[in-house]
Structures are given as structure tokens and as C-alpha cells.
């Protein structure tokens, strides 16, 4: 008997990847602008992918619409969405662009209801408010000397990309759930498309005086594989097995992960923090209750 909750489970673990990944894409951003990074990760996760499809002999048949679906997802959700998070990141801190990204689960499950009929039952939508309360209490919290340096700029570029990241979710689910293609192909075809939609951006720019170091490409390739290539992998493997608003509240879920990581490291974690992750495992509960 298959295991009920692969969509949900794929979702949490893909949280956790990025939750890691994370915390190395703020150190990497220093060096790297937000275009390169996107583009520079994109590469080395589509080589993977590619790798993996000849390795396991897995189908390149791609349905025409199926196809369109997932070009437009990953040029709207990974080419621009990603690229204007890690601009909200450099301008707003983690903390305040991951309090604008849980806007997205809820945007996500309205779309959804409205474009593809996904009825969500009254659990189900119980689950996905107390799981976006509890992670926005746990990333409002103030912290000292974590004010933004570019307010409104960093404003424009969470909105967006918690918009262009709901409406590629949202296209993903709707093509995943219309044909038979594979989780790891329709990965493998939504970063090809967030690379090709960003090229141009990136070839205007011309980034310079780029120091590419042994340390800085170590540093790309281990996010590109935990954050990208298996993260994104799992991120569709939930779209397709569970619905968009359940899974796109699972995937929201980072913020939480990032606890565990910080206490590790030595960073005190407040009672606050560890109440608003109580209050979203209790959502995240009555989601998986609810499917």
C-alpha cells in the first residue's frame, strides 16, 4: 500500500532543505547578485536532473500542455520568484521577507479554489490559518540590530515574489494533476525555463568583479543540490500528491526548521519562537488530519 501522505511528507522535507539551504544563500549573497545566484544554482541543479533522468531511464515525453503549464510555472515561480526573494533578502533581512512569503499558502489555496475547483474542506483551511499564524508570530519577533536597509524596495520584492511563487505553484499543480509526467521531469523543465527567463536580465546586467572561489562554488553547488535539485524535486512531488493550498502551507513551513539549526549554532531561541512552532505543528497536524 502506497504511503498516504507522499505529498505532504515531500512538502515538510522539502521545507527542511530549504531551511538549510537558507542559511547558506544569506552568506552567499554577499558576493553573488541575486541574478547570478538564481542562474548559477539553476545550472547546476538542471545538470543533476538531467543525470539522474539518463541514470534511471525515467520517460522525457513531455504533453504539450502539460508542458506549457510548467514553462510559464518556472519562468514566473523559480526565474522571477527566486530572483526577487534573494532581493527581498539583501534588503529586508530573512526574518521579515519569510513574515511576507506566508501570505503565500493562503493566496495559493484561494487560487486554486477558484481555478482549478479545489475544495478545501473547513480542517483543511483551519490547518493552513494556524499554520501561517504560527510561523508569522515565530518570524515578526523583533531582533535587535535587524532593521532593513531598503524598506520599501525590499516591500516590492517579497510581494512579488510570494506572487510569482503562488501563481507557479499554482500551474505546476494544475499540470502535474493533468497528466502523467513525472515529479523529477517537470522539475527538470520548470528550472530550464527559470534559467531561460532570467538570461536575458542576467546578460543586460553584466555582473563584474566576480571572484569565483573554490569556497563560493563549493558553497553554490551543496545549495543547488539540497535547496534545488531535491528541494524543487519534492516541491512538485507534493504538488502533484496533495492539494496546492495544503502543500504550499507544508512547504512554508522553513521558518520552523531554521529553529532547530539556530539552537545548534548557539543562537538563543525565545519562548516565542518555540510557542508560534508549537502553534503551526498544530496546523500542520490538522492538515494532514484533514487530507
Known sequence: MAWAYVGETAALTAAGLWAGASVLYVRLGVSLPPLMLNFAKGLVAITLIGCT????GASW???TQSGGLLVLSGALGIGLGDTAFFSALNALGARRTLLLETSAPLLVALLAWGMLGEIL?????????LTSLGIAWVIAERTPGQEPLRLKQGLYWAFAAALCQAFGSLFSRAALTSSDISPLLSTGVRLVAGNLAILPLLLWRRPTKLRISRRLGAGVAITAFGGTYLGIWLQQTALKFAPAGVAQTLLATSPLFVLPLAAITGEKVTVRALLGAVIALLGTGLLFIAH
Open 53 to 56: 533522468l539518463l541514470i534511471t
Open 121 to 129: 474542506a473547513p480542517l483543511a483551511w483551519s490547518g493552513i490559518l
Open 61 to 63: 515525453e513531455i504533453p
